[in-house]
Each structure stands twice: as C-alpha cells, then as structure tokens.
C-alpha cells in the first residue's frame, strides 16, 4: 500500500468514526428520555454492504454491550429490503429473533447510495424506556414466552423515500407507555442517521466510492491484522470453561454457560456446545446477543487502541448449539439478556481465555442487582426508573490494574446520570451512593469497590428486582477472589423491608418508599497474598478495605491506632497463608 | 319504496354473502363456529348501510373503527387499499378484534364498500386469547393495531403484515384469516361494483335515505315511549370484589332515545372497561332485540339512539385502561340496566331480558412450551334464558361447543351436560384426556347475585368463584362449569 493510500485510509477512516462520533452527540442533545439523554444507553456505527452481508466499518464509543448485536440487526433489515431500498428510507427492527438481543434495543439504520447503489448504512441502537406488553419498562421477570417480554417489532420501514409512514411509526408509538419520550428519541435516532447520511454522501462525493470503499477495506484489514496478531500470541489449544446463572426467574438455577474455545494460530473458535437447553424464563440470550457479549469478552483482551469494526470479528468465529441458553428457538423469551444471561457468556469466555492470555483478561463484571421502579407523574403520564445508580458499578481487576470507576466494559460509553438531573426527571432521590468497605473481589489487584446505594421514589411506585451474582458471584481470575453477593432490599407499603433473594415483582411502595441495594464490586486478579501492602494500605486509609479486612483478604496487619503497616506481622501472616 | 326495498335487500344480501363466505372460509373456530364477526356496507359519508352480524359487540364498533380509518387516512385513500385496524382506542371495543375495510371507488369516487370485523384467535399480550383477567392496561390484554394500510395500491405492505403475524402466538390461522377477511372483501367489492352498474350511485343514496328513514320509524314506533319521568336504573357488579356500577337514565327527546350514563362508575383497573362503541352497543341491543320486526342494522336504526357516556368512566373509559372483559361481562350488566330502565316506563311493554353472563374460560398449553398455539375459547353452557331453553340473546350466534369436536380437537372429554333440577341451570364436565393445559377463568360476579362458578377436581381441588389468570388444567383432572337459571336476571344468591 502507498502511503498516500495510508493516509486517505486514515483520513476517511477518521471521517467515519468522526461521524459516527456526530451521531452519538446527536442522538444525547436531541433525545428526550433519559435513558439516552443522561445515560446515553444507545450506540451509533457506520455499515457497509459487502456481497450479501452488511460490514461495521465505525463505531463511536458507546454501549459495548450492542457491539454485535447491532450488526446482526443490521444484517437482517438490509436482508429483508435488500431488493427494495431507496434513498430516504429508514428501517426499524427490534425482534430477537431478527438478530436482536432484548426487545427493549432497538435499532434504525438508513441506506446511503452512491452510483445508484446502496453502499454504506448509519445505524443507531438504543435501549427504549418502555416496549408494550405486560409490564412497565420491558423487564418482567414473569415472562415465559417472547410475547410477555413485550412488542415484537420486524424489520419495518417507517420512512419510505424520505417520506414518513406514518400508520407505521404511530403503530410502534401507540404500543408504547412511554410514547411521550419515545415518539422524540424515535426522532432522534432518525435525526441522527439522516445527519449521518448527509455527511457520509459528502465524503463519498468528494473521495468517490471507490476510494471511500478501499480505504474502509484497509481499515478493516488494519483491525483484523491487529487482532490476528493478539491471537497468534496465545499458545494454540482447546480452553474450556463453565460459568452459572443464578436461576432463570422461574425457579429454574445454576443455569450453565460453557465456552470451548479453540486457538489455533492467529484464529479463534468460540463454542458454546455444553450450555444449558433454553430456559424457561427470560435469560435466553438470542446468537446476536451471545455473539456480541463473547466479542466484549475477546476485546476486551485486546488492545484498546485498535478501531472497531468488522475486523475484530473475522478472525473470530462463534457457535452455539440451537435451542441452547445461548442461542434459543422462538418462543423463548429474552427481555434480560443483555444483563443475564450476557454476564455469564463474557465470564466463561473470558475464564477461558485466563488460561492461554492471562494478563489480557478481567476487567468482568456485569451480574447486576436490577431494580426497576414505575409510577405516575401529578398529571397521570407514567414513568419508569431504571434505578441505574443501584447497579452501576462493580468493575473487576485486570493485570496490573485494580477494577476502576463504575461501569464495567460492557458498559463503556453508557455514563452515569447526574444525580441532579435524574432528581428532576422522576419523582425520585438518591440518599446514598457511596464505596463500602470489603465488598469486592480481592486480589493482586482487587476490583472496584462494591456500593452502598439508597433510592427513594416520593411518589408510589412499583419495584420489580431481578437478582444475578447472588449464589454465582462474579469471578475473579488468575487466583483472584470472586466478587461478593448481591443483595436488594426493597421497603415494601407496610413499611417492610423485604430481602430480594432472586426475584420481586411490582412491591407496591408508598411514596418515600426506599430501595437498598448493596452492589458488589468485581473480581480480583492474582492472588491476594501477592498485593502490595501499600496498595492495601491505601485502601484501608480509602475505607475500601477495613483493618480486618486487610487481614483476612490480604494477609496484611495494621496498626490500629496509626495504620502504619506492620511489616512483620504482615510477613508472618501471609507466610502462615502460604505465600 | 318498492324499488328502494328491492336495492336495499341487494345491499344487504352482499353484505350477509360476505359473512357467510368468510365463515366458511375462515379457519378460526371464532369465526368458523362462534360467528365471532360482522360483515357491513358503509357508504362513502361513512355511514352505515347494512350490516349483518350476530355478536352485539360490532353494532357501532365496525363504524366507528371505520370513521376511525377513515379519519387518520383521511385524503390518502386510493383504490386498491385496505385498511385496518384492532385498538380499543381507535373506535373498537377490545383490541383481539379486527376491522378490515376494503375502499371501493367508481370514477375516482369513493362509493359503498365492505368491511369485515372479526375477533383474532390472538394478539400477543400477556396470555393467549387476549382475555387477562388482571389486565390494568390495554397493552397488556394484547397489542394495538391502530389504523394501518395493509395493502397500498393493491400492493400487500409485507413488512406490516409480518408484525401482525409476529405479533401472535398463534401466526397460521392469523395469516389464514387476514387473507380470508381480503378475499371476501374482495368479493364483496365486485358484487358492489356489479350492483353499482345496476343501480347509479346517485339512486342508490336516494333509496338509502329513504331505507334509513324507514328503519328508523320503525324502530321509533315501537320503542319505549311517553316517558316522563324518565327511566333509571343502576345494575352493581363486581371486579375481583371491587363494586362497580352502571347506571343509564333513558329519556325519549325529539326524535329518539337518548340514554345517558352519567353515575356510571369510573373507569377500572381491571379489563371491564367499555370502550365508547362497546358501550353503546350492549345499551342498544336489547332494546332492538324488543322490536317485533328483526329491523335492519343501519345508519337509520343507529340515529334512533343518542348517548350521554362520561369520559373516564367505565363507559367511556380513557388510555390504557384495559377493555377485554367489556363483552363477555360488562356489556350484560350494561344491558340489564338499559332493560331495568326500561321497566320504569309505564304503559311502555317490557323489555325482555338479553343478558346473562355465565362463566367461560380461555385455555392454552403451557406458556412458552410451542412456538405456535391455538388458544380454545371454551363456553361450554350458558345460563338459561328467562324466556325459554336457550341462551340469553346476548350469547350471540355461538355454536355451543360440541363434545365430539372437543374429542377429537382437543383431547377434552365432555362427561356430562346436563339441566340441574334445583334452580333450572346447566352443568358441564369436562375432563382432560390429553395434556396439561393452562386456562384463563372469566367469571362474572356481583354481590349476593350467582352468575354460576368452576370447580376443578382431583388433583388441585378448586372452586373459582371470580376470575383467575394462568390455572393448571391437569391431565385426567375434570372441570366443571355451572351456570344458573334464568340467565343474571335472577337476584337469587348462593
């Protein structure tokens, strides 16, 4: 390759992601709900069309967790118009089973033409505050069935050459409890594909297709060398791992994920065979989904200056058997699957992956206390709080890093809503989010400490908890410590407080009712024995970890008056320890 | 008067060929067996020319969720479209029913056309059927289809067409009968088309007129008259223990009876909440039922009638409150206050009773346990008519379910359907030969009135005497419906 070619590869492959990047901006200042506003749960990338299938070529920052999910969603709307595409029209789709992951994701992409040909796709996928169905907010831990998960949206055009089909964006609108918020986050995504469009035909009218289409093919293969040469640096073999669910919200528990992963040169084989059959309830986590959580797992792994897009995933192939937990047959519902079982499928990837790339894995932790709550404003419209503060958190340890911030991998680009805002926005206070001591994995380095939060909804409201990470906790790896369990505690209308073990559904509280819940941090990398005794020392003078804490996890003694490290105690605990 | 009876009886044979074809071809038992539909003419100012049906429930939903087409479409209408739509919000009654209308035009203008309405096996929702006895919300019993354009052109719009059909547990006989109602629609537009050339537009308007005159006149010769004071009366029923009430005040004005609701109870969070156009159908049907001459249902016979229904009450209730229990239950205490009002009127002959709610159940496979289903819409007795043997007028034209059919269907085994000697009602048994299966109960209730009850015996002993949602019918278990005598007319108590 030239160097000239180099550099407009660059260029345009800059372009895109700066586009892709616009979208994303967009997509926050022009949304109305806060799920895209404040927690910006959405992602935004760039496709293109080659041969038969569609090819991510950009991606801005965003929901990790949509990674691949959007791709096949893309695939199966470019699939389904694929002789019926014209400039103006936007697509739709939100269906599991039409490579979806939860319902509640939703995805709009529109076609950009050049020389009469549809070439390259701006697409957004977004998480919807509401999606029909039978309860508010579009998780209900009672679902047996896709349909109780809520509405079922095929691929569906609802721009036809640039012109609104307005009988079918009013049919989405009127199956929504939220058509308030979703009517103008709908319009957002719209917005931002068309804003996507004009800049995408802008660079192509100035690069030409050709040259647009050689420099993303480079970028791609930029990536795709990238990765190969990660692989190829891990020792050939088969590695295997199991991790559990909890349960399955029907009773069902320890619901197995099992990743065989097969390295061989500069290739990587994910097989899920050896998974539990489907479940009964609503963790069953569609191919798309399973695909996408398993690439989280191997980027995770890879370095973080490498762009993403198709080239991440050719060196990667992933199986599952049919009519598996990890890629079920309709009608299994799916409405948690992007939190379980989305957790464990990263997890049992990437604790296979500890044994060839062990200073490349950790960082895991999605196993979330989830509580939604719902309500009415003054005037009768409804809300629904996702409680994002109360699950928020719990990043494990990696190779020479403690677990950092709030939000775990999968959740990068999703940030944390201001307090504020979110106070203005429901009828709800935060009166704690704070670090709570000797509530994480430990470890060489340990993860991010757990949280101690308490929401409060001033108005009444319905709380729904679906606990992951009680029994199963997340795993630390490399002789890491496994994080801590979960918990939820839930002030039910008489005033009592009701411990959440594995699932509550619509707890009617009174206004001022408050929820607890303790959020464990993530696992710990290394033995603990080997952590640096000034690194525990910070943490105790932090309050992460607690004198007996430090003793107990750490093999490090105090003294409790100066907190001076007392070397020789340490020394002698820790060999008592079997360091 | 002559020649108008002649046209008028030609526009009402394509509308009673139309509903008998689409029985015929439907593959629904809700359409093949219970008649569950209605099939009509509307002219192009939307009224109501003819409409043949035998479920109470259509009488103004079919026009109103036409005007509702009509209104969202509004000057994007072309030859070759049909619209569409099954939302309680949108001039229907509950949202598993569907109006299908078929806009029929003669140099570039809109003339008489068809429409079917008919109710859906299902519609997604929290359970199969559509019938959620702990439904608060509309979204819950099933999903809205607000007004669509299913062909545009005469080009089927596919992706509309798969949410319908992803939308449902049960996609086979959806498809079948979406394309049954287009096929008849089609039919009908032909035979509309042909009578078109017979009869110019500009007459056929003329005779209507005179035919709508008629059928009101009729219908106001013999209605309740020389009302003063006026009629009232208010019927209490219950939800899940909750009281509710529906209350009319029927009065005679100008040209017609004006029935007004106003001390109706307020709109529930329960599914018993009638929409605009359910509302007025169950008030007006037993006083139709009351004529001596079967009238014609049409746009005459509708303007009879003029209604008072307050907005947020169970009558008129606003968005998302639930609505699939308006028919079954709601709309026969509706009837029974209409025809206790009536009784208030001196000199006026009696209103005959039509209602008479009874249990029924909903029953499907375990959830989530078969990619496709087909939920049975099981009434297999009924209370017995005041009048006679039969069931009260509101049963409608059901077929009462055949114990062979549901041998051999259902691996249901009817063990006995008999008359009970001590209060004149039904009981039947019914045994589960095959598998486990789950119903959804719909049980009419009202304080120190019997409206009948279930008992599930063997393993589960049960007597539900309220609704239940998700019960286990197990295998070799039996379920026995009662129903009372003398249909919910009766006061008497158990």
């Given at each position: 390759m030239s160097q000239s070619d180099m550099i407009l590869s660059q260029v345009v492959g800059g372009s895109l992601d700066a586009i892709a990047r616009d979208m994303s901006e967009t997509v926050t200042r022009t949304a109305r709900s806060p799920l895209f506003n404040e927690a910006h749960d959405f992602t935004t990338g760039i496709f293109d069309l080659s041969g038969k299938t569609s090819r991510l070529v950009a991606q801005a920052p965003g929901c990790t967790l949509h990674l691949y999910a959007i791709v096949g969603a893309v695939n199966e709307l470019i699939d389904t118009f694929r002789y019926d595409l014209h400039p103006g029209d936007i697509l739709?789709?939100?269906?599991?089973?039409?490579?979806?992951?939860?319902?509640?994701?939703?995805?709009?992409?529109?076609?950009?033409?050049?020389?009469?040909?549809?070439?390259?796709?701006?697409?957004?996928?977004?998480?919807?505050?509401?999606?029909?169905?039978?309860?508010?907010?579009?998780?209900?831990?009672?679902?047996?069935?896709?349909?109780?998960?809520g509405l079922r949206i095929p691929p569906l055009k609802i721009y036809e050459r640039g012109e609104k089909r307005e009988d079918a964006f009013d049919l989405i609108v009127a199956n929504n409890r939220l058509s308030h918020w979703l009517e103008g986050d709908l319009n957002a995504m719209i917005g931002a594909c068309k804003m996507a469009a004009g800049r995408i035909q802008d660079l192509l009218d100035r690069y030409s297709g050709e040259k647009v289409a050689k420099a993303i093919d480079e970028r791609i293969s930029y990536t795709e060398r990238r990765v190969r040469s990660e692989i190829s640096s891990w020792p050939d073999g088969t590695y295997s791992a199991a991790t559990y669910a909890d349960h399955d919200f029907q009773g069902n528990r320890d619901i197995k994920i099992q990743a065989n992963i097969e390295v061989s040169g500069e290739e990587l084989h994910i097989d899920f065979t050896g998974s539990s059959s489907q479940a009964e309830g609503f963790i069953n986590s569609p191919l798309s989904n399973t695909t996408s959580f398993a690439f989280v797992a191997v980027s995770t792994c890879c370095d973080e200056d490498i762009p993403i897009n198709e080239g991440y995933m050719n060196p990667v192939t992933v199986t599952a058997p049919k009519g598996t937990v990890v890629n079920p047959e309709l009608p299994a519902p799916c409405g948690h699957a992007t939190a379980c079982s989305g957790a464990e499928i990263a997890e049992a990837v990437l604790l296979a992956l500890s044994e060839p790339a062990p200073t490349r894995v950790g960082v895991n932790a999605h196993k979330l206390p989830l509580a939604y709550s719902n309500g009415y404003y003054e005037d009768g419209t409804p809300w629904v709080n996702l409680n994002f503060f109360g699950y928020t958190g719990g990043a494990g340890a990696a190779y020479e890093t403690d677990g950092w911030g709030l939000y775990p991998p999968?959740?990068?680009?999703?940030?944390?809503?201001?307090?504020?805002?979110?106070?203005?926005?429901?009828?709800?206070?935060?009166?704690?989010?704070?670090?709570?001591?000797?509530?994480?994995?430990?470890?060489?380095?340990?993860?991010?400490?757990?949280?101690?939060?308490?929401?409060?909804?001033?108005?009444?409201?319905?709380?729904?908890?679906?606990?992951?990470?009680?029994?199963?906790?997340?795993?630390?790896?490399?002789?890491?410590?496994?994080?801590?369990?979960?918990?939820?505690?839930?002030?039910?209308?008489?005033?009592?407080?009701?411990?959440?073990?594995?699932?509550?559904?619509?707890?009617?509280?009174?206004?001022?009712?408050?929820?607890?819940?303790?959020?464990?941090?993530?696992?710990?990398?290394?033995?603990?024995?080997?952590?640096?005794?000034?690194?525990?020392?910070?943490?105790?003078?932090?309050?992460?970890?607690?004198?007996?804490?430090?003793?107990r996890d750490y093999g490090v003694v105090f003294d409790p008056e100066t907190l001076d490290i007392n070397e020789d105690a340490t020394k002698k605990e820790r060999k008592t320890r079997g360091e | 008067m002559i020649e108008a009876q002649v046209a008028y009886s030609k526009l009402e044979a394509v509308s009673r060929e139309m509903g008998e074809r689409f029985q015929r071809i439907s593959r629904s038992p809700l359409i093949a067996q219970d008649r569950a539909f209605a099939?009509?003419?509307?002219?192009?100012?939307?009224?109501?020319?003819?409409?043949?049906?035998?479920?109470?429930?259509?009488?103004?939903?079919?026009?109103?969720?036409?005007?509702?087409?009509?209104?969202?479409?509004?000057?994007?209408?072309?030859?070759?479209?049909?619209?569409?739509?099954?939302?309680?919000?949108?001039?229907?009654?509950?949202?598993?029913?569907?109006?299908?209308?078929?806009?029929?035009?003669?140099?570039?203008?809109?003339?008489?056309?068809?429409?079917?309405?008919?109710?859906?096996?299902?519609?997604?929702?929290?359970?199969?059927?559509?019938?959620?006895?702990?439904?608060?919300?509309?979204?819950?019993?099933?999903?809205?289809?607000?007004?669509?354009?299913?062909?545009?052109?005469?080009?089927?719009?596919?992706?509309?067409?798969?949410?319908?059909?992803?939308?449902?547990?049960?996609?086979?006989?959806?498809?079948?009968?979406?394309?049954?109602?287009?096929?008849?629609?089609?039919?009908?537009?032909?035979?509309?088309?042909?009578?078109?050339?017979?009869?110019?537009?500009?007459?056929?308007?003329?005779?209507?007129?005179?035919?709508?005159?008629?059928?009101?006149?009729?219908?106001?010769?013999?209605?309740?008259?020389?009302?003063?004071?006026?009629?009232?009366?208010?019927?209490?029923?219950?939800?899940?223990?909750?009281p509710l009430a529906v209350a009319v005040t029927i009065q005679q004005i100008e040209d017609g009876l004006h029935l007004d609701f106003s001390g109706t109870s307020v709109q529930t969070n329960a599914p018993f909440n009638m929409t605009r156009a359910s509302a007025k159908a169950y008030a007006v049907w037993p006083l139709i039922a009351a004529l001596k001459e079967e009238p014609s249902l049409n746009e005459g016979l509708l303007s009879a009638f003029t209604f008072t229904l307050p907005e947020g009450s169970l009558v008129s209730p606003n968005l998302p409150a639930a609505t699939a229990f308006s028919g079954i239950i709601t709309g026969h205490f509706t009837a029974e206050a209409v025809m206790a009002a009536c009784h208030d009127f001196e000199g006026t002959r009696d209103i005959d009773p039509v209602h008479g709610p009874g249990p029924q159940a909903v029953l499907f496979p375990p959830i989530g346990t078969e990619r496709e289903i087909e939920p049975l819409f099981l009434i297999p007795g009924y209370p017995r008519s005041p009048e006679g043997m039969g069931p009260p007028a509101l049963f409608g034209g059901r077929r009462l379910v055949s114990a062979e059919e549901l041998e051999v269907h259902y691996g249901f085994r009817m063990t006995s359907r008999e008359w009970k000697e001590e209060d004149g009602g039904m009981a039947v048994s019914i045994q589960n030969d095959g598998q486990d299966v789950m119903m959804n109960i719909l049980m009419p209730e009202a304080a120190n009135r019997y409206y009948g009850h279930v008992e599930r015996t063997m393993e589960n002993p049960f007597t539900f005497t309220r609704s239940a949602a998700e019960e286990r019918f197990g295998t070799g278990e039996e379920v026995t419906f009662y129903y009372p005598g003398k249909g919910g007319a009766a006061d008497e108590s158990k």
């Open positions: 739709l789709v939100n269906d599991p089973y039409h490579g979806g992951s939860h319902s509640l994701d939703w995805t709009i992409v529109t076609p950009v033409f050049y020389n009469r040909k549809p070439v390259l796709f701006p697409a957004v996928r977004s998480h919807m505050g509401d999606n029909g169905g039978p309860v508010a907010g579009g998780y209900n831990p009672n679902s047996k069935d896709i349909w109780q998960d999968v959740m990068t680009g999703v940030i944390l809503p201001s307090i504020e805002m979110n106070e203005i926005q429901y009828p709800s206070r935060v009166l704690k989010h704070e670090y709570c001591s000797d509530f994480t994995g430990a470890g060489r380095w340990r993860g991010a400490p757990g949280l101690d939060v308490q929401i409060q909804h001033l108005k009444e409201s319905w709380t729904s908890v679906m606990m992951a990470g009680v029994r199963n906790t997340t795993k630390g790896f490399c002789g890491g410590g496994d994080a801590p369990s979960n918990q939820v505690i839930v002030q039910d209308s008489t005033g009592e407080e009701l411990q959440v073990k594995e699932t509550a559904f619509n707890i009617h509280m009174e206004p001022e009712g408050i929820i607890q819940f303790y959020r464990a941090g993530g696992g710990g990398w290394g033995s603990p024995m080997e952590r640096d005794p000034l690194l525990v020392q910070k943490d105790v003078w932090n309050g992460y970890v607690s004198l007996e804490g430090a003793r | 099939a009509a003419v509307m002219t192009s100012d939307m009224e109501l020319a003819a409409q043949h049906q035998l479920e109470a429930g259509h009488l103004f939903a079919l026009k109103e969720s036409v005007a509702a087409l009509f209104d969202y479409f509004s000057f994007d209408i072309a030859e070759g479209d049909i619209l569409l739509t099954a939302d309680p919000y949108s001039g229907g009654t509950q949202a598993q029913t569907i109006t299908m209308a078929a806009p029929l035009f003669y140099e570039g203008e809109l003339i008489l056309f068809p429409v079917l309405r008919a109710q859906m096996a299902d519609m997604s929702g929290e359970y199969p059927g559509g019938f959620h006895p702990d439904a608060f919300e509309v979204w819950q019993e099933s999903v809205r289809v607000t007004p669509l354009k299913l062909y545009k052109q005469g080009v089927k719009q596919r992706d509309l067409w798969n949410f319908l059909l992803a939308n449902t547990r049960a996609p086979s006989v959806l498809e079948a009968d979406l394309e049954a109602m287009h096929a008849c629609l089609q039919t009908a537009q032909k035979q509309l088309l042909q009578l078109n050339g017979q009869i110019p537009a500009e007459k056929m308007e003329n005779y209507l007129e005179e035919i709508f005159q008629y059928t009101r006149q009729q219908a106001l010769r013999e209605l309740p008259s020389e009302l003063e004071p006026a009629g009232q009366a208010s019927v209490s029923f219950q939800a899940d223990g909750e």
